[in-house]
């Protein structure tokens, strides 16, 4: 979309135009970590003539931002929040434990004084506060309760609690997937065309992808093991981090734990090593088609000849080297490939890739991505 405003793509058998954006506001999440191909979101980042992000930490998509809100963490503000994201298991009262540090301010905050000064802040509140915006989610939730014959109490008595555990009835533990569709299927139709389990689907086949034919099929990976060239003879992947969650604690001590000279550790198995004349602990420079970064190089028999792997999560910190614009933290979506795994599904492949290894030669550049920002005044 920020590449090509204007362009004309497919959507769900159907056609979409991307709008030209100019303005850009991120709250939560940091496309700077999960992004691939992360040079090439660099760039277009690039494009609209405004960035702000609202975060509690100084992560990389902070720092590519033009103006940069600080927002509360969650023990600074009151929330509301599920117990179980798939078991639903109940409700709990996200109550503030310390006032907003600092010059940080809550997300409805920040929403409610930028529609303020855009001239929609009754739009936006309709009038009511952060606190009384929680107890309206959880009388929306006890009123669709009560409709099933679930009793919830009154907000005041959930919050003095502080928690509410849903009741589970016996059946209920014994769940079993699509029982009432195998004792009758044609009662308790799925919401497929026919109602029915299906390996073939008529409306997909009839969009004319090439990438989803309507029915299970093998399609040759783009990059990966049976992908090997002469400039990029290793194949790539990405698993998580056991010392983080996502990009997650990358900036505290424990991730520290698992880097090599400052930097995210690339596995390589003994062979490949020793043909390249690397040994472990070295800084090497892995290199693909989209781009490249700096890892310490971590020897192990743990993986196999031809493979190579960087967790993923590092906080990204690109800088202008002796060999091109490269990543120096090792963050591994700087070379992970940038593809849908279809038309329909849109899910995307950024755990593979091509690379090559290398020992870096040149001054080797300091880590500074956990470094704070300078300090500037703030806006009242």
């Known amino acids: 979309m920020l590449e090509r405003p204007g362009a004309t793509v497919d959507f769900d058998g159907q056609k979409c135009t991307y709008p030209d954006i100019h303005l850009v506001m991120w709250g939560g999440g940091n496309p700077f970590c999960h992004h691939p191909d992360t040079f090439r979101l660099e760039r277009a980042w690039k494009k609209p003539d405004t960035v702000i992000v609202a975060d509690y930490v100084w992560s990389a998509t902070a720092r590519h931002a033009d103006i940069v809100l600080p927002a509360c963490t969650t023990f600074e503000h009151n929330d509301i929040t599920n117990i179980g994201a798939e078991t639903n298991d109940g409700l ?42 929680i107890e309206k989610f959880y009388n ?18 959930f919050w003095e609690k502080g928690y509410l555990f849903f009741e589970v009835e016996e059946k209920d533990r014994e ?20 109602g029915l389990i299906q390996i073939y689907s008529p409306k997909l086949a009839s969009y004319g992808y090439d ?14 093991t049976a992908k090997a060239t002469k400039e990029y003879p290793l ?41 390249r004349g690397l040994k472990n602990g070295d800084v090497v420079l892995v290199k ?22 960087i967790q993923h ?11 091109g614009r490269i990543d120096v933290h090792g ?31 040149d001054e080797v550049p300091p880590v500074r991505v956990f470094n704070q920002p300078r300090r500037v005044n703030a806006v009242k």
Not at 332 to 357: M, P, Q
């Open 140 to 157: 929306d939730c006890r009123n669709n309760g009560a409709r099933k014959g679930i009793v919830m109490p009154e907000f005041k008595d």
């Open 288 to 309: 693909c088609r989209r781009g490249a970064c700096l890892c310490g190089l971590q020897v192990s028999d743990r993986i196999k000849p031809g493979v190579v792997s």
């Open 211 to 224: 990438d989803c034919k309507g029915h299970p099929s093998y399609f040759e990976p783009i990059e990966g």
């Open 92 to 133: 709990v009262a996200m109550k503030q434990v310390i006032k907003p540090q600092y010059e940080s301010r809550s997300d409805y905050w920040i929403g409610t004084q930028l529609a303020k000064r855009l001239g929609i802040e009754e739009a936006f509140t309709e009038g009511r506060t952060e606190m009384q915006w």
């Open 313 to 323: 999560g590092a906080w990204f910190e690109p800088e202008n080297t002796p060999a």
């Open 331 to 361: 963050n591994a979506n700087t070379i992970a490939i940038d593809v849908i795994t279809s038309k329909i599904a849109r899910g995307n492949v950024s755990s593979t890739g091509n690379v090559e290894v290398s020992l870096w030669k």
């Open 175 to 194: 769940f079993v997937s699509f029982k009432t569709f195998r004792e009758d299927p044609k009662a308790n139709s799925l919401g497929t065309e026919s």
């Open 235 to 275: 194949a790539f992947v990405s698993p998580k981090s056991r010392y983080r969650m996502h990009s997650q604690l990358d900036n505290v001590n424990t991730a520290r734990r698992g880097s090599v000279e400052e930097r995210e550790p690339v596995w390589m198995n003994p062979a490949d090593a020793q043909v």
